[in-house]
């Protein structure tokens, strides 16, 4: 089974995507890149270079629906007369109007998000929506958990992993322990937990670290030799970097509950801009994921109290006592 990356521009800070063609029957991409000339020109001219074309692609299978890996799925399905396009029911991305407006709001309330901040963060959404065409419930298939993509000569097995997105999806060949991990595995960056509302339970908030932690040990026990990540190189030492990324987790956990005073407390916003005093626009709406994701995990470890005031969640830390 020939894997051939293809690297794809975005407007985006985080660089070009990697789009995977799977060079054998069913032609399948992996992934499209967002939605602008540039995108479709620098994928035209990959598929040209493996001797494809757009009408070649039966299947467009999606890693997660952030506009940068989904953005083309309709203009490529569209041209390639109807591929099948599959992505996790979790992933809600490819919907109408990606997080619900409503729930999106009393998710950042919760967070202590000023208002006249969460009407800016809606409308720098509102404008990565240009950047990714929505799919209606018929339009694409589920891809399941542990279910294989058949090929020709072999088969790539979904595996959910989320995290990063509550339906974000690797793919493991496993016949040389070969995986494609969309942004679960980053060579040189950590992913971001983002924000999300729990898909089982839009009320809720998805447990996005938590659950990362196991994806990443999950595909960890799947011992890949070679993940293929949504950005940048691939990763050969997956043990190193799991440990790695593992670290790191903790290293920001520490430093999240150290900005939690124990008698005033602090909202997830409080913690966001003192741990990224300079974020701006888009940065500051993951400043608040990443300061969630890091609160909801230590809580759940019992590291930190939180109660509700108001429509606001206040965290305390528990462990230590006022100080003078
Ligand atoms: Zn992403
Ligand atoms: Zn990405």
Redesign the pocket.
Known sequence: MRIIPISVPTPFYVGPVNVYLIAEDPVTLIDTGPKTKEAVEALREGLRRAHFRVSDIRRIVLT?A?E??CGLARTLRDEAKDAEVLVHGWETGHRASRLEYEEHRALLERAGVPDEEIVEMRQMYEGLRAFADSFAEHEYAELIDDAELEFATGSLRVVHTPG??PGSCSFLREANRTVIA??CVLKRITPNPILSPDPVDPTRRFSSLAEYMVSLARLRSLAPTLVYG?HGEPVTDYEELFNRYLRAIRERQAEVIRLVPPASGATAWDVARELFPGASDMHRFLAVSEAVAHLDLAQSEGKLAVEISGTREIYRNQGRRDEG
């Open positions: 997660h952030h940068d890996h990063h997105t969309g942004d949504g």
